[in-house]
């Protein structure tokens, strides 16, 4: 990856929908070269994909909360699954430590995020969690 790669790619993270043509001035380059270079970036896996950032307000209403999970290694494959198919898990981490992962969990009510915390809890493989829910966010990027 270039350095234009680089900078291209925090546009694209600022804003993936800005225009070509937008990005190409704000980089300097044309506007065939930076389509060039996101048609490069998404066939070399750089770029997987795309998705949508909920706006402040609506954020602001939902609840988020960090589970920390313990799984059992021989079952942490069905669990990664498991948890990626509900909907309201929008991320899961793996990470070092006492814990094997920290799942990102969102609803619009307390009651709903309680269903899905009992729900993940209930799960087989999950032996432990621990759940941390989030007051504020101060900055994301």
């Known amino acids: 990856m270039t350095p234009e790669d680089r900078r291209l790619l925090a546009l694209l993270r600022a804003n993936a929908r800005e225009s070509t043509a937008s990005l190409a001035r704000r980089l ?3 506007r065939t070269t930076v389509q060039e270079r996101i048609r490069r970036l998404e066939r070399n896996g750089v770029i997987a994909g795309y998705s949508v950032r909920v ?4 954020a602001r209403n939902m609840l988020s909360a960090q589970v920390l999970l313990c799984v059992d290694a021989k079952q942490s494959e069905r669990v990664v ?3 990626k198919a509900m909907p309201n898990c929008t991320a899961l981490r793996a990470v070092s430590g006492v814990f094997d992962y920290i799942a990102t969990v969102e609803a619009d009510t307390t009651a709903e995020l309680d269903r899905w915390l009992d729900r993940i809890g209930q799960s087989p493989g999950i032996e432990r969690t621990q759940t941390l829910v989030v007051l504020s966010t101060k900055f994301e990027r």
């Open 55 to 58: 706006a402040g307000d609506v």
């Open 28 to 30: 300097g380059l044309s």
């Open 81 to 83: 699954a498991e948890l």
